[in-house]
């Protein structure tokens, strides 16, 4: 059973309505003859149906009414007309309605519309729930996320606004075309993931390019892309992450390494359990872990418990063994990610 509004200035016909309605098993909350009535009626009953005249008396026409219900009380309506001549319709689809009966109107016609509104109106309603929560999670995501449809920007939260395009004004971001920012020699290879996606919904990880923020500055990120249904159309969720400062930190990484070793300081690179990674000795350079055959290399504390690695905020000493050698004492220095936590231990020879 649902609550439904008429909105009919002529009472021949609101009254045959009426009583359609009473055999059809719905409660008729009210008849109304303007728009006026109608909307503050609305505001008192809320209806789940509205059965709306177009031509009705007062200020307020039956689309001008509609326009009103929809913003202030997002209520379906159904039009009820005999006129059926083009500008009418076109003014109608406009507003979004919910079905339009044309006068003389049959009873078994008007139960069908009045159950298809409802349920069309309630799908409508959890789905623009649906996007309001979704909205709320990226706005709030701790990472940068740009929706794109058809190539084009579509939404972005505040921290894609401010970190990647490294701007305050959404205007200058939004619908403007994605590959914009995307380096020209990185666009084929992002064309292709987007074409991809929108073939078959493939989704893509951690494909690096240079981006450019609004100002024409070109950073590394790395992007992640998976579908997502956004303003009812599938849409392509992109996760940017700036690699930039990582990709510096690790050059210059590489650098000291490879000083190192051509220093022919022996020195030892473990993960934060102590694992060996790397280690040369000799001029030697090896890389260990499963599958790599070579030396054995241990860790023996010299003052500093094991555990206690994690907590230095000094170089310590410590000694080692290669192949049950010692070979003396190593100062034990940590290099921490991003997030503050330790990522390797660095152990560098202190025998002259």
């Known amino acids: 059973m649902r609550k439904v509004l008429i909105v009919e200035d002529d009472r021949f016909i609101s009254t045959i309505l009426a009583m359609f309605l009473k055999d059809l ?8 003859e303007t728009g006026v009535e109608a909307v503050e009626m609305c505001r008192k009953e809320r209806p789940d149906v509205v059965l709306m005249d177009i031509h009705i008396e007062g200020k307020l026409d039956g689309i001008q009414t509609t326009e009103r219900l929809k913003t202030e009380f997002d209520i379906p309506v159904i039009y009820v007309s005999s ?24 009873k078994k016609e008007l139960g069908i519309s009045i159950d298809l ?18 909205r709320q999670f990226i706005s709030e995501s701790p990472v940068p996320i740009v929706i794109v449809n058809d190539g084009k920007i579509q939404y972005l939260n505040k921290l894609a606004l401010e970190v990647v395009f490294k701007t305050h004004y959404i205007e200058d971001v939004l619908l403007q075309p994605f590959m914009n920012f995307v380096a020209e020699e990185d666009r084929d290879v992002v064309g292709r ?32 892309g998976s579908g997502v249904k956004f303003n009812n159309k599938n849409s392509l969720q992109v996760i940017i992450r700036d690699v930039s400062e990582d990709m510096e930190i690790r050059n210059r990484m590489e650098s000291y390494r490879t000083a190192l070793i051509k220093s022919g300081v022996p020195f030892v690179v473990s993960s934060p359990e102590l694992d060996i990674i790397e280690s040369c000795f000799e001029g030697e350079f090896m890389e260990h872990g499963p599958g ?6 241990e860790i023996e504390t010299s003052g500093v418990e094991k555990d206690a690695f994690k907590k230095l905020d000094e170089p310590a000493p410590v000694h080692i063994k290669v192949n049950g050698q010692d070979r003396g004492s190593f100062e034990v220095m940590k290099t921490l990610d991003f997030n503050g ?10 025998n002259s």
């Open 25 to 32: 098993g719905h409660e008729l909350i009210g008849r109304c």
């Open 83 to 106: 006129d059926t001549s083009s500008y009418v319709i076109e003014r109608a689809i406009v507003t979004n309605s919910y079905g339009f009966l044309v006068k003389p109107v049959n």
């Open 117 to 134: 509104a409802y349920y069309k109106h309630k799908v409508d309603v959890e789905q623009k729930e649906r996007e309001r929560g979704y």
């Open 193 to 224: 993931l987007f074409d991809d996606f929108s073939a078959a919904g493939q989704c893509f990880k951690c494909q690096t390019i240079r981006f450019q923020d609004v100002h024409g500055r070109y950073n590394l990120v790395e992007i992640d």
């Open 292 to 297: 790599l055959n070579g030396r054995t290399v």
């Open 341 to 350: 936590k330790i990522s390797q231990f660095v152990f560098v020879s202190q």
